[in-house]
Structure formats: structure tokens, C-alpha cells
């Protein structure tokens, strides 16, 4: 038998052996992604069969980014969200990970304490969290009271702590600031507590890091917090950099915690109002698919954009090691 | 190059192993095809099914759960009793996912017969074709013949573009509950006003308690209420336009505005959340511990299934050999302004639960016999025992003069507040137009917004928010316009 009948052959039957995966691919990944772009520039329903409409979702989406209301307000609470969740998950994640990583006493148990958190369904935790924030008899604000200092607000206020409103506020030196903390840092703060996932991460590649930089850079003086600042975060950079990537993904994508906090809608004031939950209920309160569809690709986009912007830049700080 | 067999890393197992292998999944796969095969069987015999007494199947998908679930069961086994033509069958889902499984139902042309639905969408499904009018099921007749013999508000509820696009089952109406033995024992009246409620605030925080703190919190949620309480609207039906930023809206925004700014946004904001930590969600109204006469306010806006944990209170207490406070109800005053401009009753928010009849339903004249059935329009006794039954108010005058529904209401006071409230022209409910949802939302968001920072201007932030449902409504696709335009002139 030829080489090229038996490569046709055995590639069949691969194949064939994939085809579970790959019809699964086609049918609920490639045409769903594909037909997406298509009703994005249609009014569709659902129901009925979609008409095209040119770019009137797309000049929506402008006008409400324009005026930030609608999606313009989402993508803001989006990206609040995810400009302070991401780096203070990695930061959390790494200092978390180096402390785990000395032979601290009972580390086996900190270990899996930290973990557990991440195991917890999230309709479980945001259930627990909303409890946890309750402004009254909460325990996040009985800790607050026990080290004296004022109960925040939770999931009661729109104002974030980083916001030109409580900027205002500080400058007017109105007592309100004290209530600092609004529903967005609610969310930040209860997508920290799952922060064992990036731990387990780090401590992989820890143990990775060979011994004999340490030892070369003890040679040559350097202390702890050199040999961590000069060996350790090099050596994790690549590593950062994977989670950078699928936290922002995972970020812009949070919806089962904004919807159960929000009570489904955004609430209070649209502080919760995410681009996941508004392109959910675009589609299935307002049964506007066309526009959901144009949001789904506008995050899209941001989402490749920032990837790309991300890998691009990262010549600059990411250290991959290279074996000679 | 490697053979299949060696990249998956069976090709060093020995033949016996090798045929063994294949055995088991030739095995597997006969199991998962007679399964396939069984399932395939099962859903192809699903019509016979439907006819298996005979009569043909009503499938109704509702809400429902605890112990509404028993009165709904109670309504739909009468109905079986009573019928020879049809039976019904009930499926109760929870709210979010019957919505979703309603569209995919639609769409893959099997819906259920009949829903129950409380959203403001009637006059959304209608322009997507998902629900017919009562008038293409039964004689234009029969279905002007039902809506005449409806409550205003349910009428209004079940109608849309001067047709009867649903069947109002059941009303749902807010009034002011209050703790009267705690207003006698301060010495203080009754407000007649919606300043006089605001200056009870005044006194209670005099008072110094840490509960109650307040003697009354309004809520952003009942926005559309205070509009209403203000005299206004949010939709002008002549001109079919929103008017969010109406003066009657603007007025009644910086009301709930005035509230921050009297006593802190987020102080109003945290206590309010605080009522939703209360063991079960328990009525903020009870006194929760045996020693106290007072809850967390002395009034609070509510609708009418609060009479069955008052109920409930009382029993709990005398049973543990403790009094109860008196409590009553009134409707929410209106602000002295429109009292003086106005000698009728005060105007409010009214909702409903309505029936709607998905198109593509097997046996529609099936679900508007039920739909008949439960409102009391073919047996108006049996309509007023479940209402007594499910603590509900009937959308029929036939029904609330029921010699027992009539007893029943005699026996509770506080009930009956609520049924004759139920009849009064003045009670709005949210506008049946299209994007009705999208309207309560963003003016529910609106108000919140305002709600929580005194610097913002109502009238701005209303107008703001009437442009963006502006834009929302020239969004809606032009064929549902015009549709829309179709069914109206029929």
C-alpha cells in the first residue's frame, strides 16, 4: 500500500476518532460564532425570522457608549470591575503563592483553606456573599466595626470607592465618604475570595523555578526580597501573564455572581449592570438578539483587542526562560 | 508512522485484550442506541398521551410554589371535576426559567396551551406573534363580553391595542399597612397626606430608636406607584410616547431624593437592605422578638398577601400567650397638592397575574375555558371559595359579591381595604405598550439613581432616561411596527 493511501486512511480515521469534538465545534461553537456576526446586523426576535437593518445596532451601541447609559454604562462597570479585580487577584494570587511556598507551619492545611474558596458553586458563594455583605449584620462589617472602622454599604450603593462621585465627596468633605465601599466593590472583593485558583497556579510554578538562580543570586548578595524581586517575579512573568489574559476574559465574562447580587438587573442604580448581564437581558427579556448580538462581538473585539495589546506588550516584561 | 491503535496506546495489548475491547464497545454501543432508540420512542408517543382519558389535554405552565401551589392544584382539579371536554394539567416552573423554556418552545412550535405571567410583557409577546387575542379564539362577542365583566385595572392589565390580548386572574395591590396600637400610644393621627407620613418620620427619629428608625422608607422599586401618587403617568396613550420625565414623575423622584437628603443616602439605603436579613424576609412591619410592640417601621407599602403573615403574627403570639398590636391599612396619601385638586380616591400602581394564550397551543378554546373557570365567569362560587382559599382578589364584581367571599371579607377588615382599593379607577398599572419592561426598568434604575446621590437633578436624570427609552422604542425592528399595525385594524 502507497504511503499516501495509508496517511489518507489513518487521517480518516483520526478523524473519525474526532469527530465527536469536531461536529460539536461546528454545531455549537464555529456557526453560533459565525451567525452571530449576521444577526448582529439584524433586528431578530427569536420568533421571527431576522431582517436586516444595517448598522442600526452597532449606532446604538455608539450612542449609549456616547452618552454612557445602556451599554456604555456596562462596558464602564465592566471594566471598573475588571481593572481592579485582575491585578489585586495577581498580586493576592503571587504574595499568597511565595508565602505558601516557604515551609510556613501547618502549610498543607493554609493550602487547602485557600483552595476551598474555588471549589464553593458560585450561586453558593454569591448567596454566602450576600450575606456576608449585608450591611447590618454582615460578618465583612462587624470586622470592620471590631477594628473600628465605619460599615460600608456593600451591595446598597452605587458609588464605588474609585469614582469622580466620592472624589466629590472628599473634597466637599461631606461625612458620606465614609461610606466608601459601593456594590462594584462588593463584587471585587468577593471574586478575591476565589483567588486559590491563581495560588494553585503559582505554586506550580514555583516549584519550578530552579534552585540555582536562588543560589547565584545569593552569591552575589542579593537578599530575600531581591532574590524575589530579581528571580522569583521574572520567573513567574510568563505565568502572569497567562493569568492577566484569562482573568480579564473570565472578568468581562462574570455573570452568574453580577446576576444573583443584582437580583438580575444590574441593580442598585445600574452599579451591577455588567456587559454579560446586559446582552443577556437584551436577548431574553427584550428579545433583541440582533443588538445582543452586536454586543457580544463589540466585547469581542475588546477582549482580542486587549489579548493582542497584551502579548505585544509583553515582550517588554514577560521573561521566558530558555535553556542553554 | 504510528497506527491509531499505538497512539492511543493499545497497540502493545495483547489480541485476547484487543477483542475483549471491542466486545465492550460493541456492547456499549447497542446500550446507547436501544437508549437512544427508548428516548426517541418516548417523546413520538407523547401526543397519544394527551388523549388518554379522552379528553383533550389543557398543559398550563405557571409560577406558582408553596402554598399557592396547593390552591392552584385545588382550582385545576375542580376544573377537571367539572369538565368532559378538556383536563387540564398544571406545571409549575420557577420564574426565570419558564420565560426562557417559553421562547424555546415557541420556537420549536410546541408551547404549552396557557401562562401565567406577571411581567408587563402582554403587549411584547402580542407584537411577536407569540400570544394570540382572546378574540381569535372565541367570537369578538365573547371576548368584548369578558373584558366587560373585569375590574378597570385588569381590564386595562389584559388589554392591549383595543383588544383583549390575555385574561387577568388575579389582582395584586400595595396599601399602607400600620401599626395602629403604636400611633395611639405616641399620640399620633393617621396621616391624611404624604407630608403628614413624612413628618411622622420627624417623630420617630425624635424617638431615638435604633428600630424603628424610620417610620416609613419609600422604595425606588414602587417608582411607577408614586408617579402615579403624584398624579401622572409615564406614558401618554394619546400621542403614544413615553413621557418619563413628566412633572408628576419629576415630583415624586425628588420625594424619594429628599429622603437622602434628609437622612443619608446610605443610612435609607443600608437600613432598607436590612429588611431583606430578616429570618424568612419576614413583614418589617412584626415586631420580631416577644417584647417588642413594633417592627422596623411603623407603615409600610405592601400588597395584599402581607394579611396572611398578620395573620399568622397573631396566631403566633396568642399562642405563646402574648397580645398583638392592632394593625390596619389605608391607601398610600397622595401629597396635599393633588388631595386638594382632587376628591377622588388616591391613584397607585396596580399588577396582576394574567393569562396569555401562546400561539401554536394545542387546544386554545381549552385554555380559555380554564382561564373562564378561574376567573369565576362559568362558576362565580366556586371562583370566590379558591380566592378565599389563595388569599387572592378576584377580577370579577360577580365574585366579590359572593355571599361567602362577602362573609369573608367581613371577617378580615383589613382584607377587604384591599378588594375594594382593587375596584377603583385610580389604580394605574404599568402602561401595556411595547417595551413596558424596558420602561419599568429604566425608570426603577432611574429613581434608584436619584435615590442615592441628592446632587443629581430629577428632571435631568428623567430626561436623560425618556431619550434612551426614545431610543430603545425606534429600535424595536420595523416589521413588529408593522405588524403591530396589521393587528390593530383587525
Not at chain 1, 151 to 159: D, E, G, H, K
Not at chain 1, 294 to 316: D, E, H, N, P
Amino acid at each position: 500500500m502507497s504511503s499516501t493511501g495509508k496517511f489518507n486512511r489513518e487521517t480518516l480515521a483520526g478523524l473519525a476518532f474526532a469527530s465527536p469534538w469536531l461536529v460539536g465545534f461546528a454545531l455549537l461553537f464555529a456557526w453560533p460564532f459565525a451567525i452571530s456576526l449576521y444577526w448582529s446586523f439584524c433586528h431578530f426576535d427569536l420568533l421571527n425570522p431576522p431582517q436586516p437593518a444595517g448598522l442600526s445596532n452597532y449606532l446604538r451601541l455608539w450612542n449609549e457608549l456616547r452618552t454612557g447609559q445602556g451599554f456604555g454604562l456596562a462596558l464602564f462597570n465592566t471594566i471598573y470591575t475588571v481593572l481592579i479585580s485582575v491585578p489585586l487577584s495577581i498580586l493576592l494570587g503571587v504574595v499568597l503563592a511565595t508565602w505558601l511556598s516557604y515551609d510556613v507551619p501547618g502549610r498543607g492545611l493554609l493550602r487547602s483553606l485557600i483552595y476551598l474558596p474555588a471549589m464553593i458553586p458560585v450561586v453558593a458563594a454569591s448567596v454566602l456573599w450576600l450575606w456576608l455583605l449585608n450591611p447590618s449584620d454582615g460578618w465583612v462589617n462587624g470586622m470592620l466595626s471590631w477594628i473600628g472602622l465605619p460599615p460600608q454599604n456593600w451591595l446598597t450603593q452605587p458609588r464605588s470607592a474609585l469614582s469622580p462621585e466620592t472624589a466629590r465627596l472628599a473634597i466637599q468633605g461631606s461625612p458620606e465618604v465614609a461610606k466608601l465601599f459601593g456594590s462594584k466593590d462588593g463584587l471585587i472583593l468577593m471574586t478575591l475570595w476565589g483567588v486559590g485558583n491563581y495560588v494553585v497556579i503559582y505554586l506550580a510554578a514555583l516549584g519550578d523555578v530552579p534552585k540555582s538562580l536562588y543560589e547565584a543570586a545569593s552569591l552575589d548578595g542579593a537578599n530575600a526580597w531581591r532574590r524575589w524581586c530579581h528571580v522569583t517575579l521574572p520567573m513567574l512573568s510568563p505565568v502572569i501573564l497567562f493569568q492577566l489574559v484569562v482573568g480579564i476574559i473570565r472578568g468581562v465574562q462574570t455573570f452568574t455572581s453580577v446576576y444573583l447580587l443584582s437580583e438580575g438587573t444590574g441593580q442598585p442604580a445600574g452599579s451591577l449592570l455588567t456587559v454579560s448581564l446586559q446582552l443577556f437581558l437584551a436577548a431574553f427579556e427584550d428579545l433583541q438578539v440582533g443588538y445582543a448580538s452586536a454586543i457580544a462581538w463589540c466585547l469581542f473585539v475588546i477582549l482580542a483587542g486587549s489579548t493582542w495589546l497584551l502579548f505585544r506588550t509583553s515582550s517588554a516584561w514577560v521573561h521566558y526562560r530558555t535553556n542553554v | 508512522m504510528a497506527s491509531l491503535p499505538h497512539l492511543l496506546g493499545l497497540g502493545s495489548l495483547p489480541h485476547e485484550r484487543m477483542n475483549s475491547l471491542s466486545s465492550h464497545l460493541r456492547n456499549w454501543t447497542l446500550a446507547l442506541s436501544l437508549l437512544i432508540a427508548g428516548v426517541w420512542l418516548l417523546r413520538g408517543g407523547k401526543v397519544e398521551q394527551a388523549k388518554v382519558d379522552s379528553r383533550t389535554e389543557v398543559v398550563l405552565w405557571h409560577f406558582w410554589g408553596g402554598a399557592d401551589l396547593e390552591v392552584v392544584r385545588d382550582v385545576v382539579a375542580r376544573f377537571n371535576t367539572a369538565q368532559t371536554e378538556y383536563r387540564v394539567r398544571e406545571i409549575a416552573m420557577p420564574g426565570n426559567n419558564l420565560r426562557a423554556k417559553l421562547f424555546l418552545s415557541a420556537a420549536g412550535g410546541e408551547p404549552p396551551d396557557l401562562i401565567n405571567i406577571d411581567d408587563p410583557v402582554v403587549a411584547d409577546w402580542y407584537e411577536l406573534g407569540l400570544v394570540s387575542s382572546v378574540d381569535e379564539i372565541v367570537s369578538a362577542e365573547e371576548a368584548e363580553k369578558i373584558s366587560e365583566q373585569l375590574f378597570p385595572a385588569a381590564r386595562q392589565l389584559s388589554s392591549y391595542s383595543g383588544k383583549l390580548v390575555g385574561i387577568c386572574n388575579g389582582l395584586d395591590v400595595r396599601a399602607l399597612y400600620f401599626n395602629r396600637s403604636f400611633l395611639e400610644q405616641q399620640g399620633w393621627a393617621v396621616p391624611k397626606t404624604l407630608e403628614q407620613l413624612d413628618q411622622l418620620n420627624e417623630q420617630v427619629g425624635k424617638l431615638g430608636l435604633s428600630q424603628p428608625r424610620f417610620a416609613f422608607l419609600p422604595t425606588p422599586r414602587r417608582a411607577l406607584f408614586f408617579v402615579n401618587l403624584f398624579g401622572g403617568t409615564v406614558w401618554d396613550f394619546a400621542s403614544e410616547r413615553p413621557q418619563l420625565d413628566s412633572p408628576a414623575a419629576v415630583a415624586s423622584l425628588a420625594w424619594l431624593q429628599d429622603y437622602s437628603r434628609r437622612y443619608g443616602a446610605g443610612d435609607v439605603a443600608a437600613y432598607r437592605q436590612s429588611d431583606q436579613s430578616l429570618p424568612g424576609k419576614v413583614f418589617p412591619l412584626l415586631p420580631q422578638a416577644d417584647d417588642q410592640q413594633v417592627g422596623r417601621y411603623v407603615f409600610s407599602l405592601d400588597g395584599q398577601w402581607r394579611v396572611r403573615d398578620l395573620q399568622a403574627f397573631r396566631k403566633q403570639r396568642a399562642a405563646r400567650g402574648l397580645s398583638s398590636p392592632a394593625f390596619d391599612v389605608i391607601p398610600l396619601p397622595p401629597p396635599s397638592s393633588i388631595l386638594a385638586n382632587n376628591s377622588q380616591e388616591p391613584g397607585g400602581w396596580v399588577n396582576g397575574n394574567v393569562f396569555v394564550f401562546p400561539r401554536g397551543g394545542r387546544t386554545s378554546p381549552g385554555a380559555i375555558a380554564f382561564a373562564k373557570f378561574w376567573i369565576g365567569l362559568s362558576n362565580s362560587q366556586t371562583a370566590a371559595e379558591v380566592a378565599i382559599a389563595g388569599g387572592w382578589i378576584p377580577v370579577t364584581p360577580a365574585v366579590v359579591s359572593e355571599a361567602k367571599y362577602q362573609a369573608a371579607l367581613a371577617a378580615d377588615p383589613i382584607f377587604r381595604q384591599f378588594v375594594q382599593l382593587a375596584s377603583s379607577p385610580q389604580l394605574q398599572p404599568t402602561p401595556v405598550v411595547r417595551g413596558a419592561g424596558y420602561l419599568q426598568r429604566l425608570l426603577e434604575s432611574t429613581a434608584e439613581r436619584v435615590a442615592s446621590d441628592p446632587s443629581l437633578s430629577p428632571e435631568q436624570e428623567l430626561k436623560a432616561a425618556n431619550r434612551q427609552l426614545e431610543d430603545y422604542l425606534q429600535s424595536l425592528s420595523p416589521s413588529r411596527t408593522s405588524t403591530a399595525g396589521k393587528r390593530g385594524g383587525q
